[in-house]
């Protein structure tokens, strides 16, 4: 059993995918149950070489993406239908760890990040190269795209956030705010806002249309490394190293609920013996 790294759900909201070293997961949520494992089996390998650090479904529920890959080394990009059956896979994408995946909203084309500071954008039926954003100075941890698939939002251990105009290939703005590595973002519903955390333990939303930095949501004292919310955008969702799933009220920013894991509450004392 090893750390899972990486999970989404299918749009229908029927199936989890999550991802760990040299493995994905399919799961049924309505049984709660595992319905394909993608890993090696007996002497055959598997399709991945390391860590599955990333995976995004395309908005039709007809396949997923997944980023990953051995540091140093190529980085991993593979696409499977919904089942979990290989489809293809993008070669020498990056030459690092892929961090961060995306389907544009049409489905046909996938924003990457990776280790090595690139964020590219693949052609998903043919698997060709098509433009690359060139600007952070450290790792490109999470990538996503705008509802009319004309801008990509990127966010990375630079302590940037970075929104591009696809079409023209060039960066729109800098968003600054961040103190230490910005580690995930993700987009809320169909709107152009979007979520960060960072490691100096703070969740911001963010407007890709305008730059602005629309809310923070506190109460975090470590660093933190997920982030989502629902649909709506009325619910916020954020966890990291303190092992506590924060969630808030997404129009507002306070703070709902702390959730700890049911082994990580606290204990109540012993009454101590004379």
Same mark, same amino acid.
């Given at each position: 059993i090893s750390l899972v790294e990486s999970m989404a759900f299918s749009p229908d909201g029927k199936t989890l995918a999550t991802g760990s070293f040299q493995e994905l997961t399919l799961w049924d949520l309505a049984k709660g149950e595992p319905k394909a494992r993608i890993r090696a089996e007996g002497d055959k390998p598997g399709p991945f070489a390391d860590r599955v650090c990333a995976i995004a479904w395309s908005a039709d529920g007809t396949k997923f993406a997944t980023g990953g890959g051995a540091p140093t080394e190529d980085g991993e990009i593979k696409l499977f239908d919904a089942a979990g059956k290989p489809v293809s896979e993008i070669k020498n994408g990056h030459s690092d760890t892929v961090f961060g995946v995306a389907f544009s909203p049409d489905g046909k084309l996938l924003a990457t990040c !990776?280790? &090595?500071?690139?964020?590219?954008?693949? &052609?998903? !039926?043919?698997?060709?190269?098509?433009?690359?954003?060139?600007?952070?100075?450290?790792?490109?941890?999470?990538?996503?795209?705008?509802?009319?698939?004309?801008?990509?939002?990127?966010?990375?251990?630079?302590?940037?956030?970075?929104?591009?105009?696809?079409? =023209?290939?060039? =960066?729109?703005?800098? @968003?600054?705010?961040?103190?230490?590595?910005?580690?995930? $973002?993700?987009?809320?519903?169909?709107?152009?806002?979007?979520?960060?955390?960072?490691?100096?333990?703070?969740?911001? @939303?963010?407007? !890709?249309?305008?730059?602005?930095?629309?809310?923070?949501?506190?109460?975090?004292?470590?660093? $933190?490394?997920?982030?989502? !919310?629902?649909?709506?955008?009325?619910?916020?969702?954020a966890g990291g190293e303190d092992g506590v799933v924060r969630v808030y009220n997404g129009t507002n920013g306070t703070l709902l609920k702390a959730a700890l894991p049911p082994d990580a509450e606290p204990k109540k004392e012993e009454p101590k013996k004379k």
């Amino acid at each position: 059993i090893s750390l899972v790294e990486s999970m989404a759900f299918s749009p229908d909201g029927k199936t989890l995918a999550t991802g760990s070293f040299q493995e994905l997961t399919l799961w049924d949520l309505a049984k709660g149950e595992p319905k394909a494992r993608i890993r090696a089996e007996g002497d055959k390998p598997g399709p991945f070489a390391d860590r599955v650090c990333a995976i995004a479904w395309s908005a039709d529920g007809t396949k997923f993406a997944t980023g990953g890959g051995a540091p140093t080394e190529d980085g991993e990009i593979k696409l499977f239908d919904a089942a979990g059956k290989p489809v293809s896979e993008i070669k020498n994408g990056h030459s690092d760890t892929v961090f961060g995946v995306a389907f544009s909203p049409d489905g046909k084309l996938l924003a990457t990040c !990776a280790a &090595d500071k690139f964020v590219k954008v693949f &052609d998903v !039926a043919s698997g060709k190269f098509v433009k690359s954003f060139e600007g952070h100075t450290h790792h490109v941890m999470g990538v996503g795209w705008t509802p009319d698939g004309k801008k990509i939002a990127s966010c990375g251990a630079d302590n940037f956030v970075k929104v591009w105009d696809y079409e =023209k290939g060039e =960066k729109l703005r800098d @968003m600054q705010g961040h103190t230490k590595q910005v580690t995930q $973002l993700f987009f809320v519903g169909k709107t152009p806002q979007f979520l960060t955390v960072s490691g100096d333990a703070s969740v911001r @939303m963010w407007n !890709a249309d305008n730059g602005s930095n629309m809310r923070q949501y506190p109460g975090a004292t470590d660093y $933190l490394y997920c982030v989502s !919310a629902s649909t709506d955008g009325a619910i916020v969702a954020a966890g990291g190293e303190d092992g506590v799933v924060r969630v808030y009220n997404g129009t507002n920013g306070t703070l709902l609920k702390a959730a700890l894991p049911p082994d990580a509450e606290p204990k109540k004392e012993e009454p101590k013996k004379k």
